[in-house]
């Protein structure tokens, strides 16, 4: 066969037997593939990714809502204990009903189920939220453990528990107005709660450092043992002379720690619906009044202090006194001279008023502000209310200041001027948490001397072995004191027929280590044909209290002092 320069095809080459050997992929060819693969698996991944987003977004709202509720549960509280570590306030853990209404089947047959046990919720308004978009509510807060119980068996899809720290108080009403209380999302609303979330607990709780962790207890100065024998005896003495309300207050003159204050009506901590009533105030520190009589305390220690007056002085009481278009008289005038001892024990309101007048307006005016009763008393307590003075403190205001009249200030008011006056002359602010002596000593004021200080604790003294407060005796403890009746006024007038009576007093008043002060609002006579006075009712209210209270306070009696009656005729 003759070759030729010809070229050969492909189909020629296979027709001779010619081996054909394919040539493999290009380099830029893999890469795309590969990069084509990754592409593919990237846009997988990311669908998957989305929808997990959108499964949690359909969540959102519930679980934003749920840690949100669960922050504000989550809260503690640290225990409030007193002097001795009692407790007087604690956390306990308690149940909470929720829902989350996406999740709810049938929003009728979950309502009629949580309304079987809980008949205040089946309302239209709580099925309107069940039959809501929203991803969480809460339906009830603190159930019972039977209330768990039942609606846990009821098995209502939907429908759950969460546990969070609620308050309990051991005490019940015990020094409610002193512990006070908190809101459902355990807040303080009143009270030592609510100081201890001002001072420093409720920064704690909106930086996130209070969840659900111990705290060390916070101490109070109240002694348990002590508030329940003044509120048990106020709670008596309530009863005996029908009155409508009642105060009693235990101050250390030394400190100004607050031992016990009770104000009746009070309310129990556990139910804060009862705090809501009106009759319930805090009257110890929250209210103001017109204190009577034993305002005259005030008035003769302002008097000798200024100098303008001496213990040999006597007062023309024999008859009224005219000013101003009113009459000054006494409840029981001697109509003659009184010296100021006598003027003091008996009471005299005419008396009262001329060594008020004797000392000056002007000084009686910078007395009352030098021992705080003409401002709001500066404590620990948030209930503390302002005094009220009369629009001018000219000769009338001043004559009727002068007998307890005219100007209205809190019992705790009352009670810290009352410390100064025995105490040797030093003004302490008042606290409800523990305070030393030392501490006290740095906060004090000297607003009378020493002198005066011993004269006044000499006329308490006085007053109850031979005035109006011999019913306020205790033996062996020395107890000094003045009593006070204040007409209370109804329409902008005076009724002669409802008082106010108090009995102010101090023991052991050689050496003071106490006030007491109780009030009864309306006190009726025991019995008829028996007065209703002071010296009948808070007298006694108040060596109850003493004959009570002093063993547990430590003070040891003393029957060595000589106890015979001064005598001064009536």
Do not use: C
Not at 112 to 126: K, M
Not at 423 to 441: D, Q
Not at 491 to 511: M, Q, T, W
């Amino acid at each position: 066969m003759a070759v030729t320069d010809q070229p050969v095809s492909f189909l020629q080459r296979r027709a001779v037997g010619e081996r054909h050997v394919p040539r493999g992929p290009s380099t830029h060819a893999v890469r795309s593939r590969v990069r084509m693969a990754m592409v593919v698996f990237a846009m997988v991944y990311m669908a998957i990714g989305g929808r997990l987003v959108m499964l949690g977004m359909s969540e959102e709202a519930r679980s934003v809502s749920y840690i949100s509720a669960q922050d504000s549960v989550a809260a503690s509280r640290p225990d409030l204990v007193d002097r001795n570590g009692q407790i007087l306030a604690t956390d306990i853990k308690t149940a909470s009903l929720f829902a989350e209404p996406r999740k709810i089947i049938d929003v009728d047959e979950a309502l009629e189920g949580i309304a079987s046990v809980l008949p205040e919720l089946g309302t239209d308004a709580v099925r309107k939220r069940l039959a809501s978009n929203a991803g969480f509510i809460w339906l009830k807060r603190e159930l019972t453990p039977r209330q768990r119980t039942m609606i846990h068996d009821l098995g209502i899809p939907g429908v759950g528990f969460l546990e969070e720290n609620s308050r309990f108080y051991p005490g019940g009403p015990t020094a409610s107005h002193i512990v006070g209380s908190v809101n459902v999302d355990n807040q303080g609303i009143s009270g030592m709660e609510l100081a201890v979330d001002k001072a420093w607990l409720g920064d704690l709780q909106q930086l996130g450092f209070a969840s659900d962790r111990p705290m060390e207890p916070v101490n109070l100065a109240v002694d348990l043992r002590v508030q329940h024998v003044v509120r048990d005896e106020l709670s008596k003495a309530l009863e005996r002379y029908r009155a409508i309300a009642g105060v009693g207050i235990v101050l250390d003159v030394e400190t100004g720690e607050v031992v016990a204050m009770s104000s009746l009506p009070d309310f129990d901590p556990n139910d804060r619906a009862q705090a809501l009533e009106k009759d319930r105030l805090n009257r110890a520190s929250g209210g103001v009044f017109e204190m009577g009589s034993v305002f005259k305390g005030f008035t003769v220690a302002m008097a000798l202090d200024s100098g303008r007056v001496t213990m040999n002085d006597s007062f023309d009481a024999t008859r009224p006194l005219r000013v101003g278009g009113r009459t000054i008289d006494d409840f029981h005038g001697k109509r003659r001279l009184l010296s100021v001892a006598e003027t003091f024990i008996y009471s005299s309101n005419i008396g009262t008023a001329k060594m008020m007048l004797s000392a000056g307006i002007d000084e009686q005016k910078a007395f009352m502000e030098r021992l705080g009763l003409t401002t709001r008393l500066q404590t620990d307590l948030p209930e503390v209310a302002t005094p009220l003075l009369p629009p001018k403190w000219n000769e009338l205001a001043a004559i009727t200041i002068s007998f307890g009249h005219g100007i209205s200030v809190t019992p705790l008011q009352t009670a810290v001027a009352t410390a100064a006056l025995v105490n040797g002359g030093r003004l302490i602010p008042p606290t409800f948490a523990p305070r030393t002596r030392e501490e006290a000593a740095e906060l004090a004021q000297q607003v009378v001397t020493p002198q005066t200080s011993e004269i006044m604790r000499y006329l308490f003294r006085l007053n109850v072995l031979s005035g109006s407060g011999r019913r306020a005796e205790v033996p062996g403890y020395m107890v000094g004191g003045k009593t006070g009746t204040a007409e209370k006024i109804e329409n902008g007038r005076y009724v002669s027929n409802k008082r106010r009576n108090s009995f102010l007093s101090a023991f052991p008043i050689d050496k003071p280590r106490y006030v007491v002060l109780v009030v009864l609002d309306e006190p009726k006579s025991e019995r008829e044909g028996v007065g209703a006075t002071a010296g009948l009712n808070t007298a006694p209210l108040t060596a109850a209290i003493i004959r009570r209270a002093a063993p547990m306070l430590g003070v040891l009696p003393n029957f060595g002092e000589r106890t015979e009656t001064v005598s001064i005729s009536y």
